[in-house]
């Protein structure tokens, strides 16, 4: 009987995994193919084993050293050995055999008694017999389901067995560490290696250049790197290039590797050969100043890049007409610009052949553009009260200056009113007009200053100044710095006499404010700035101190103080030491810009503020109204200020900052306007401000440009509140309140003219305190110092008498019901005091 399934037999013994279910067939053909790759990989492992070592040795560049003939040989012999060891691993090659595929699926999978190779076999007897082929086929159902999970092991390799000492893992270590040495070169070593050159030639894609220019450090600018292909075409000439732009003076630093042969390094219109550092590696270093090419040519090797070296231009400076404050200080606002920045700053004052240079801190966080202002206490300088001009001068790191256009002006001095001071500032005055020829024509006056002790009240330490004064005058010869010295020494005579320590007080204030501006300026340490924070709150303090010993000694000599002028500012000594923390710890945080606005603020507070003075009371009038309507809204805008000051430390508007305000300075109000966050208030001041402007102008015909100059800053301030911009509301509201003070002045002056200054029938000319007449030159009033022998001074009962003269005018001056012409008179004759 034949076999009622030949088709199916024949299926079998060629391919016994035909009849298999498809998921246990994919997992016999898996094995397969991995044993494939297993036998495949034992016969090409002596071949890869060769190619590894000729990698090891490119990498190492060994054939590079080796002569042309033997770097051929050595290829032929790797070439050989690599068909050897392939041949060597193929010669006993054969494919797996699918049963045993088969085997390795059940081997990995776990499986007992080969259920895989049973699924295979076929029916060997009783083929038609039914009842048989029911029993294989049940047979075959059991096997397949109790044939669970399939799995493969990974591949597996004799590669161990071969190598029993591990020559693998060195082969592993030198390939990595050729390839950290060689990196970058690794493909051209491999190229050069496969391929060998004449050795004559140069295999430029070999070698590597790179060069660096390093623009001057007070540029500020990053290192430029240049890279070049050796084995690129050279640009022809008539394809321009960009240039790169580069500072005069950067540093040029050039390094190749891999050119045999020595290079030169062409740069500033000139060549140089470059520095060899080993076999492989040269270098140059050169500071670029001019041409307009850098270029590096030698065997065989032509690259370069085209330049344009930028010329540092000289700084310019600019310089706003200055003013003179109410203490007599310099403010000059001024500026500078650099391509590269500003480093220095100056102010030069200059008095026919002779200059003198002061200081400016520069500031602003772009050194390319620096702008700032600055308050000048000059009145102790010999030029004080002659004309001069004055230049702001801008530095850079070349030491390149630019200077503005220059302003004339005369030099503000103080103005004493103690008459020993007066007449010492003005015999210092003459020395330095005149040193060589006057030195002992002063020296006699100080002489008979210092013979009548009454009228500087037998002061022990004037009297020696005096003394010490005329000895070095009278010496021969008298050098500069002698002179100099006695000059500070008369006008620290005379400030003394004046006004005790309050003077004294205020330069030590300036000079720490300016060192502490300085400092911040250049980035100076945490260090230095908290000690110059501490030796400026105690100048301060002590400053204030003064003022109030000064304040109590003018009481007690019988001043009457009504109410404060409403140009004062109105701060306590708490509020200004406050606004000094608040810088403090702007520059801990690291905002020392701001830390520089916040001392500005400050400066321009001390300067502007007054102690009590003696002022009228409401008067009748009409212009005294409009005075009286302007020094509120004075008020009001100081008010507005001290709102502001108190928001940016965080206090609510009207909010008292504490205890202990300070006599003979204004105490708070602690009224906050109201207007939320002061626009609205500052908008309605400006309101009323521009209704009294309207109401002067009605009456006098003109408005005062203070007025108006007051009313821009206003609305600045306005416009900064309602952005929230605390800083520049402030700033501008200070200017708002500097405007008004001289539109006040304004005012008054106009009124004056209207109403006619000029002295009326019965009036006298003006007199000194001791009653004489200034416009006199013949009498008691004018030059005593013209005449020799006559005496300087008047006695000590004199003193008394132009004291009580003194204090009779001006409480005339402050009683409200004398008419207005004659309380202008009294104020002409107060000032002469």
């Known amino acids: ?315 310019s400076a600019v310089l706003q007409e200055p003013r003179t404050t109410e203490r007599a200080v310099l403010h000059v606002a001024y500026g500078g610009k650099d391509d590269f920045g500003v480093t220095d700053m100056r102010l030069v004052i200059t008095l026919g052949k002779d200059s003198v240079e002061l200081p400016l801190a520069i500031q602003g966080a772009d050194p390319r553009e620096v702008k700032g202002a600055s308050f000048q206490d000059l009145t102790a300088h010999p030029w004080a009260g002659l004309p001069v001009e004055l230049r702001a001068v801008a530095r850079d790191a070349l030491g390149q200056i630019g200077a503005s256009a220059p302003v004339a002006m005369t030099l503000p001095e103080r103005k004493f009113y103690h008459p020993v001071a007066r007449a010492i500032i003005e015999q210092r005055k003459r020395l330095a007009q005149d040193s060589g020829a006057s030195a002992l024509a002063v020296a006699r006056r100080l002489a008979q200053l210092m013979s009548q002790p009454d009228a500087f009240d037998n002061n022990i330490t004037t009297f020696m100044a005096l003394d010490f004064a005329i000895k070095r005058l009278t010496s021969d010869p008298v050098g500069k710095e002698e002179l100099a010295d006695v000059q500070q020494l008369m006008w620290d005579t005379a400030l003394a006499l004046e006004d005790g320590g309050i003077s004294m007080a205020m330069r030590e204030l300036r000079r720490l404010q300016r060192e502490l501006e300085e400092a911040l300026a250049r980035g100076a340490s945490d260090e230095e700035i908290e000690r110059l924070m501490n030796e400026l709150q105690q100048a301060m303090n002590e400053y204030l101190r003064q003022m109030q010993e000064q304040l109590a000694e003018a009481m007690q000599k019988g001043m009457q103080f009504q109410q404060m002028d409403p140009n004062s500012l109105q701060l306590s000594q708490q509020d200004l030491n406050e606004m000094l923390n608040q810088a403090r710890r702007m520059a801990q945080n690291g905002a020392r810009e701001s830390a520089q606005q916040m001392l500005q603020q400050l400066q321009n507070m001390l300067e502007n503020l007054q102690m009590a003075m003696p002022m009228p009371g409401q008067q009748g009038g009409q212009g005294q109204q409009m005075l009286n309507d302007l020094g509120k809204i004075m008020q009001q805008q100081q008010q507005l200020l001290q709102d502001t000051f108190r928001r940016q430390r965080g206090q609510q508007p009207g909010q008292q900052p504490g205890e202990g305000q300070q006599e003979g300075m204004g105490e708070g109000q602690g009224q906050g306007m109201p207007g939320g966050n002061g626009a609205a208030a500052q908008e309605a001041l400006r309101q009323q401000l521009g209704e009294l402007m309207r109401r002067f102008g009605n009456a006098t015909g003109e408005i005062p440009q203070g007025l108006g100059s007051a009313e821009q800053f206003m609305r600045g301030a306005t416009d900064a509140l309602q952005g929230n911009e605390l800083d520049g509301a402030a700033q501008a509201q200070n200017d708002a309140l500097e405007q008004l003070k001289q539109g006040m002045q304004q005012m008054s002056e106009s009124m004056r003219q209207q109403m006619g200054a000029q002295r009326g029938p019965g009036q006298r000319d003006p007199m000194d305190p001791f009653g004489r007449a200034l416009s006199d030159d013949e009498g008691p009033g004018g030059d005593a110092f013209a005449r020799e022998g006559s005496d300087v001074l008047p006695k000590g009962a004199d003193i008394d008498r132009s004291r009580q003269i003194f204090e009779e005018l001006r409480t005339r001056r402050n009683q409200p019901q004398r008419p207005k012409i004659e309380r202008d008179y009294l104020d002409r004759l107060l000032r002469q005091f």
């Open 1 to 315: 009987m034949q076999d009622p399934r030949p088709s199916l037999r024949s299926r079998t013994a060629a391919d016994p995994m035909a009849v298999l279910p498809l998921r246990v067939r994919l997992w016999a053909w898996s094995a397969w193919f991995l044993m494939v790759l297993e036998q495949v990989w034992r016969a090409i492992t002596p071949a890869v084993a060769v190619v590894l070592v000729f990698v090891i040795l490119s990498l190492f560049d060994v054939f590079a050293a080796l002569p042309l003939w033997l770097h051929w040989v050595g290829l032929v012999l790797f070439g050989a050995a690599v068909v050897a060891g392939l041949w060597y691993g193929f010669r006993s090659w054969h494919v797996p055999a699918r049963g045993a595929a088969l085997h390795r699926l059940e081997a990995d999978s776990g499986l007992t008694h080969r259920p895989l190779t049973h699924l295979t076999d076929r029916q060997a007897s009783n083929l038609v017999d039914p009842w048989a082929t029911v029993l294989w086929a049940h047979h075959q159902k059991r096997l397949l389901a109790n044939l669970g999970e399939l799995t493969l092991a990974p591949p597996k390799s004799d590669v161990a067995r071969r190598d029993p000492i591990a020559l693998r893992g060195l082969a592993i270590l030198l390939l990595a560490l050729g390839v950290g040495i060689a990196w970058e070169q690794s493909g051209s070593r491999l190229m050069a290696s496969v391929a060998p050159q004449p050795r004559g030639a140069v295999d430029l894609a070999a070698i590597t250049v790179e060069a660096w220019i390093t623009p001057p450090d007070y540029t500020r600018l990053a290192p430029i790197a240049l890279k070049a292909d050796p084995a690129a075409k050279p640009v022809d000439d008539a394809v321009a290039l960009t240039p790169i732009e580069v500072p005069v003076g950067s540093k040029l630093l050039v390094q190749i590797q891999g050119l045999g042969a020595a290079a030169n390094l062409s740069a500033n219109n000139a060549s140089k050969p470059m520095e060899q550092l080993d076999s492989e590696t040269q270098r140059a270093e050169l500071v670029l100043k001019q041409g307009d090419k850098i270029g590096i040519s030698g065997g065989g090797l032509d690259v370069g890049w085209p330049i344009s070296l930028k010329q540092d231009m000289a700084p």
